[in-house]
């Protein structure tokens, strides 16, 4: 797990300069939409069916209010319409800023 060295908004997209010098730019409509929290991915009952979430929802009008650091491997993001729950790892976003 690589950690940020440095994250940035420009425009409407983060910015994640890595430790290893890589670069990653994630749109906060994508961010938010995968946003790894259960109101949004929904839950699974033990027989595997799903029950909530969000899915199809239209989060281009969203943006990234602000961040916060989550211990040594995730941040909490303040989205433009309210949600803050979701916890999204240094491998989450690496991978969201690789799509």
């Known amino acids: 797990?690589?950690?940020?060295?440095?994250?940035?908004?420009?425009?409407?997209?983060?910015?994640?300069?890595?430790?290893?010098?890589?670069?990653?730019?994630?749109?906060?409509?994508?961010?938010?939409a995968n946003s790894p929290s259960a109101s949004v991915s929904g839950e699974q009952d033990i027989l595997g069916n799903q029950y909530g979430g969000e899915e199809g929802k239209d989060y281009s009008q969203v943006t990234i209010d602000s961040w916060t650091s989550v211990g040594n491997y995730a941040y909490r993001f303040q989205f433009s319409d309210g949600h803050n729950t979701g916890i999204y790892s240094y491998d989450l976003l690496r991978q969201l800023g690789s799509e």
């Not at 440095?6 to 409509?29: C, F, H, R, T």
Request: glycine letters at 6%; zero cysteines.
């Open 1 to 32: 797990m690589i950690p940020p060295k440095n994250m940035q908004l420009i425009g409407s997209e983060l910015a994640i300069l890595w430790e290893d010098g890589q670069e990653s730019y994630v749109a906060a409509a994508s961010l938010r």
